[in-house]
């Protein structure tokens, strides 16, 4: 086995899927996004829980079409359409001063996220299936997004140097289209057999029959129904409250009085520490996701996906004692591990869907699951903020952590059977 993901790791198309997800996480600006909206837009968590919001609207009214549109008319179209989509939004976060234009903004990302979610996924399996290396898909799919994420760590580093150098933070913005521009000429050049278009025309009336049908399908599926929620909400979660890590270092750093470097004011010491903490998180959680399907030869996939979520309420707990007790280093540690556990949790993830779901319908079913987790976010992110304005944010973790154990105890996967 050793010898065959040896010639896996150093075949050309391997090596772009690779480079694929390095490029689209050299998101320069996503460690100081909250802090952009709140010191520069002005905006409260309750606006930008609204703003995320509406950016899982939009997911969600585009998710499904957007998988169907692969499946039936080409994965490598579709990509190169999102990247775009991506690029409009980055310029239009650069022109965000006011909330209507980070609306504008967050619409457009929007667009990009329901138009990338499920389909690479889709383009890797189908080159497995091609290659007779299907089996192996939790060790391919967490050596490409442990590419992903060491992508996420330079990008990490590289931004503090961009927003202390740069005349307005939002110039960060700008920065973070030039590698999406590369990514768009990346993707043009895999081969058109991962294109895999069905229809060479598009009927709208046959789109929407189609897409009715899929989701029936899926939801049918009382075993895959539970998958699609237990990944699709732990990702909601995850993904609304990654970033509060932000405001709560802002506070802590100010209370305490803690600087790396005393003669540097707060503001500067913050962008630094946050381009620290998310460049040095996503170095480990590279090698997590990297070394998850060692995991697989004594558990399930599934059980680890049941247990994961359990673990995950249990950090949100002693987060919200961390924060209470203002031990920064404490809430530091737990960030990290909340990314180990998701980054390790998401090719497990893909493992269990890989299992349950036909061939055909990959891209719709990957699809499906963004979208619910679009409407989970919908329905937290402006909750979240509300939750985290009125009471603290560390009263919001102890909530969250404990609907966690609660509603997991009706998602476990691992009792299901294979269909």
Known sequence: MEDLHELIKKNNQIKKFCLYGFLKNLK????????????????????????????GIIIYLFEVPSGIF?????????LMICFIFYIVSFFFFFLGSSYSIVMIAMVFFGLGEAFRSGTHKAMIYSYLEQKGWFEHKTFVYGRTRSFSLIGSSLSAFAAI?????????QWI????????????????????????PVESTISIKKFFTYSIEQFKNVFANKSLRKVVISSSLFDAIFKVL?????????????????????????????KIILGLIYGVMYIFSSLVSRNV????????????MDISFDILGIVFFIMFL????KIMLVVVLLYFFLYFLKDGRRPLAVDVFGDYMRREERATVMSIESQVGALFMILLAPLFGYIADRFGIATLFFIVGLSILILNRFLRVEKNKKC
Request: hydrophobic share 50%.
């Open 293 to 304: 399907y060692r995991l697989n030869l004594k558990f399930k996939s599934d059980r680890l």
């Open 161 to 169: 140097f961009l927003i202390i150098k740069l005349p307005r933070m």
């Open 242 to 270: 990654k970033d509060y890590i932000q405001p709560i270092l802002k506070d802590l750093i100010l209370i305490s009085g803690i600087y790396i470097v005393v003669s540097m004011e707060a503001a500067t010491q913050l």
């Open 173 to 196: 913005f700008l920065f973070s289209i030039i590698p999406y521009i590369l990514d768009f000429l990346l993707i043009w050049s895999y081969p058109d057999a991962l294109n895999e």
């Open 70 to 78: 692969a499946d039936q008319y080409g994965k490598k179209t579709e």
């Open 322 to 325: 961390a924060i209470k007790t």
């Open 28 to 55: 320069f600006f996503e460690p100081y996004l909250y802090i952009y909206l709140i010191q520069v837009v002005h905006l409260s968590l309750f606006q930008i829980g609204t703003l995320f919001s509406i950016r």
